[in-house]
């Protein structure tokens, strides 16, 4: 599957502020961005992969539009997959800085 070029480039102007180094990745059919050699999250198709510390992934889950992530053929636990209807101008800087905050923990 191809990923949205669209979602990759509104998350690239987002991380841009955040004065820390993002590097990105090819995988799971889509692109993996990293902060210190740790994924933080991703973008599947139009969807995006969040890596939210372990206890807010439950929370997470709860939200409109959000699911657990799923990768052949299995749940990864502690990841979440928000659709692409809620990732608007609000919800994408909030998801993103939720993903940053805890691979700097």
Known sequence: MVYDTPLESRI?????????VVTKRKMFGGLGYFVQGN?????????????PAPGMADELLKEPGMKPFEFGG?????WCLAEPEILDEDNLPRLLAICRDYVLT
Do not use: N
């Open 74 to 78: 299995r749940t990864m636990s502690s």
């Open 39 to 51: 994924m933080a999250f991703g973008v599947k198709g139009d969807e995006l992969i969040v890596k």
């Open 12 to 20: 690239d102007d987002e991380i841009a502020a955040w004065g820390v």
